[in-house]
T-cell receptor
Framework: KAGVTQTPRYLIKTRGQQVTLSCSPISGHRSVSWYQQTPGQGLQFLFEYFSETQRNKGNFPGRFSGRQFSNSRSEMNVSTLELGDSALYLC????????????FGPGTRLTVT | TQLLEQSPQFLSIQEGENLTVYCNSSSVFSSLQWYRQEPGEGPVLLVTVVTGGEVKKLKRLTFQFGDARKDSSLHITAAQPGDTGLYLCAGEGGTSYGKLTFGQGTILTVHP
């Protein structure tokens, strides 16, 4: 099976712009989660989607949003980018069962200048 | 808020040495997961432990979940340079729906 894929792998944006990141989960996986990884804060949970519904959300401002499509592919959007949004954004998929671990993609490296 | 404290933050050892990484919390988790991450890549799942007191072995790696399901450890026997990387523990609640609480990570460097 192909793993989790994320596009693009690298992105440079300017403050105030918005950005959309894409994630394709492992075939058959219906749960997609998003995480932000920074050197200072480590890995922090953004949100999780299952069957096109957001089931859980982390403590991030409303500028961070996401959605999931009927084929389980997911996108996350960050509006009005700030310098502090520079990070590695990781997507993870799971069949939809808890306690089984997450399968992460390679991430999208976002740099905000 | 559930927090996971992982220690040590950095570990630099010689090939052949043993090491242990600890992951502690004041909260109970339904499962504790260990991941390894290499530069430029996403974390890769090593193991999931679910039952208090559970011990799992993966070749030279031994994972233990505390009896109270608040802590876990990762022990590597006879470390090799290929073990070098960032090791992350992550806790999951029973109804947390994909939300993992991660420790800060341990950067392991194994010198030949």
């Amino acid at each position: 099976k192909a793993g989790v894929t994320q596009t693009p792998r690298y992105l440079i944006k300017t403050r105030g712009q918005q950005v959309t990141l894409s994630c394709s989960p492992i075939s058959g996986h219906r749960s997609v989660s998003w995480y932000q990884q920074t050197p200072g804060q480590g890995l922090q949970f953004l949100f999780e989607y299952f069957s096109e519904t957001q089931r859980n959300k982390g403590n991030f401002p409303g500028r961070f949003s996401g959605r999931q499509f009927s084929n389980s592919r997911s996108e996350m959007n960050v509006s009005t980018l700030e310098l502090g949004d520079s990070a590695l954004y990781l997507c993870a998929s799971n069949p939809g069962q808890t306690l089984r671990g997450q399968y992460f993609g390679p991430g999208t490296r976002l740099t905000v200048t | 808020t559930q927090l996971l404290e992982q220690s040590p933050q950095f570990l630099s050892i010689q090939e052949g040495e043993n090491l242990t990484v600890y992951c502690n919390s004041s909260s109970v988790f339904s499962s504790l997961q260990w991941y390894r991450q290499e530069p430029g890549e996403g974390p890769v799942l090593l193991v999931t432990v679910v039952t208090g007191g559970e011990v799992k072995k993966l070749k030279r790696l031994t994972f233990q979940f505390g009896d109270a399901r608040k802590d876990s450890s990762l022990h590597i026997t006879a470390a090799q340079p290929g073990d070098t990387g960032l090791y992350l523990c992550a806790g999951e609640g029973g109804t947390s729906y994909g939300k993992l609480t991660f420790g800060q990570g341990t950067i392991l460097t194994v010198h030949p």
